[in-house]
């Protein structure tokens, strides 16, 4: 019977194709034949159908043959972005505590320098310094207590360093400035790691800091050189000369890469150019004393 079928079928399909040659039977055949025909035709699902099926199947029972199943690994990959977001939350909370102790020292880094600025205007350089000094146990206060917080993350010096680095190189600079006002020479790594009470193992200053803080030092020398000059201390061109010739030759020993260090650096050959000019202008018109003359030719030999 269903070769029968099957042959009415195909002859069916084969004069189809011409439709003038369909005859009256064949047509009212027709939906017969196809219908009894199709229904035997077994039902596929696509094959997309069947590789997701088959896809999920394998992941939702494979857990024998040594792969993990698809609910272990949802619960290893949430596990681990809970950690993530531990470690985020505690990282955040612990700078906000360090920017909090930072803005502190950047508050305490305004006085200090609101007193030096008393310098410029010729005052005198001991009442000035003792007010400015006041400052110095309140750095140190504070230094310790940023050392205190970095102790909950041992090793994350570099990581969270940002943070505080342009209020250290302003105190740095201003430490520098007035220990050369005191005694005419210039502050080591070391005294000035002493004034804040920082240990070097632990939280010690960072040495680009330091030396950063030693070229914005340089920066106010011009200015003072002039206002001292204009008080009538003729004297401070050639100390300030000196010194900054030294400290510039002393960085040139520096192998410095092209970053903002290189770059304060570049600027002190400016700061020392116009100190040179505010010299030789005194030179020149003659208001250095002859004692003073006779000191120059020693400093310049």
């Known amino acids: 019977m269903n070769s029968v079928f099957r042959k009415a079928y195909f002859t069916l399909l084969s004069r189809s194709l011409n439709p ?3 005859s009256p039977f064949f047509l009212q055949a027709l939906p017969f034949v196809v219908t009894s025909y199709t229904l035997r035709i077994p039902f596929s699902r696509p094959r997309s159908a ?3 099926s088959l896809s ?4 939702s029972m494979a857990g024998g043959d040594g792969h993990a199943p698809l609910s272990s690994f949802l619960t290893s990959l949430d596990k681990q972005f809970e950690e993530f977001r531990t470690q985020l939350e505690e990282s955040g909370s612990l700078r906000e505590r360090i920017r909090g102790v930072a803005m502190e020292i950047e508050s305490s880094t305004r006085l200090m320098q609101a007193s030096l600025l008393l310098v410029h205007q010729s005052g005198p350089v ?11 146990d309140v750095l ?11 102790h909950e993350c041992p090793g994350q010096y570099y990581r969270y360093h940002g943070d505080w680095r342009s209020e250290t190189q302003s105190v740095a600079s201003l430490l520098a400035f007035m220990h050369w006002l005191e005694t005419g020479n210039l502050l080591l790594h070391t005294e000035a790691e002493e004034k804040l009470g920082l240990n070097n193992l632990d939280f010690g200053l960072d040495i680009e800091d330091y030396l950063v803080g030693i070229c914005f030092m340089s920066n106010e020398m011009p200015r003072y050189v002039v206002n001292r000059v204009t ?4 004297d401070c061109p050639r100390k300030v000369l000196k010194f900054l010739t030294d400290l510039h030759a002393s960085f ?29 202008d005194v030179k020149i018109r003659g208001l250095a004393t002859n ?9 310049q030999a």
């Open 126 to 136: 001991p009442e000035v310094l003792e007010k400015a000094k006041a400052q110095i």
């Open 140 to 150: 140190k206060d504070q230094y310790c207590r940023l050392a205190e917080v970095l």
């Open 231 to 234: 008080a009538g201390d003729y």
């Open 50 to 52: 069947q590789f997701l």
């Open 20 to 22: 003038n040659s369909a």
């Open 56 to 59: 999920v199947n394998s992941c």
């Open 291 to 299: 004692g003073e003359s006779t000191g120059d030719q020693g400093v």
């Open 252 to 280: 040139r020993m520096l192998n410095l890469r092209n970053d903002f260090l290189r770059k304060k650096f570049d600027g002190m050959k400016y700061d020392l150019r116009r100190v040179e000019e505010v010299y030789y």
